[in-house]
């Protein structure tokens, strides 16, 4: 995860405070909420979610534009 720690205190040095960060990568379930403590504690006040990817090979492209449900 360090890789995605040094994007999230990147991105959030170079966004406003009410910018939603949001982790595109697979990681360990409980890491935005690592994140989002990470961040916080070096003072900064973004949002963060994760969005994991989970691609079917060969079909990610149809997945995108047919999706079987979106979640707000």
Known sequence: LDYVKEA???SAKNTSFSTLIIIKSTVPPGSAKQMQLLSMQQGFKN???SNPEFLREGSAV???ENPDRIVI
Request: hydrophobic fraction near 80%; glycine fraction near 0%; charged fraction near 10%.
């Open 8 to 10: 999230i205190i990147l």
């Open 47 to 49: 949002l963060i979610a």
């Open 62 to 64: 149809y997945d995108f």
